[in-house]
């Protein structure tokens, strides 16, 4: 059974700090992975998806990575600012089932 | 719609009762989720909508809950003789397909008192 782990569970940064959250999988055998913002009483906005075949994904100040075979992505952000202030969750697709999610890592980005 | 939308936003019941939520999912996409956030919790997959196949209900946690969608649009999750424990935000998701980007609602926060 697929499982995702987040670390930390929360984080807390001064703005401008350029930052890395983690995930982890424990079975490489995935179709793609997909990082979401999700903001207080939201729902879940896509930032980045990396297929299985890829090794990073960029977009703005935000740059997803993938090591499949060590069951690891990142996510770095850029240049933080409170604005970047939300829960950050990754998701792995095993392929024809749903997403799996991992818990997500609380980030502020203090002024 | 420009978004998938879910109504109603929040809901308050009182334990024993049964709801519905609604969920409007974006033209065009032929698969649909739902999920439910408990606080403190990550996402729990309940059950997934592709096109004309049968759902994928594996995620149902009791047979209180049960969902359709209707003309391959519209989808209802419904929750009968609802327990404190229902209580959580309940996620809608559509996608172009499977293994596409999913597209998130806000959500319908239900609280069972």
């Known amino acids: 059974k697929q499982e995702v782990t987040q670390i930390p569970a929360a984080l807390s940064v001064p703005e401008g700090e350029n930052l890395v959250l983690n995930c982890s999988f424990t079975d490489s055998a995935i179709y793609n992975l997909q990082w979401f913002r999700q903001d207080p009483g939201k729902g879940l906005t896509s930032l980045l998806l990396i297929q299985s075949s890829q090794r990073e994904q960029t977009s703005g100040r935000l740059n997803a990575s993938l090591d499949k075979s060590s069951g690891r992505s990142t996510l770095y952000i850029a240049a933080s600012q409170p604005g970047d202030s939300a829960t950050y969750l990754c998701?792995?697709?095993?392929?024809?089932?749903?997403?799996?999610f991992g818990k997500g890592t609380r980030l502020s980005v203090i002024a | 719609g420009a978004g998938v939308s879910q109504s109603p936003s929040n809901k308050v019941t009182e334990k024993g009762k049964d709801v519905e939520l609604r969920c409007d999912p974006i033209?065009?996409?032929?698969?649909l989720y739902w999920y439910r956030q408990s606080l403190g919790q990550g996402l729990e997959f309940l059950i997934y909508?592709?096109?004309?196949?049968?759902?994928?209900k594996s995620g149902l946690p009791s047979d209180r809950f049960s969902a359709e969608r209707t003309g391959g649009s519209v989808s209802t999750l419904t929750i009968q003789r609802t327990q404190q424990e229902d209580s959580a935000v309940y996620l809608c998701a559509s996608s172009r397909g499977l293994d596409e980007k999913l597209f998130f609602g806000s959500g319908t926060q239900l609280s069972v008192l």
């Open positions: 033209s065009g996409h032929t698969a």
């Open positions: 909508f592709q096109g004309n196949s049968a759902p994928d």
């Open positions: 998701a792995v697709d095993p392929g024809n089932t749903p997403l799996v």
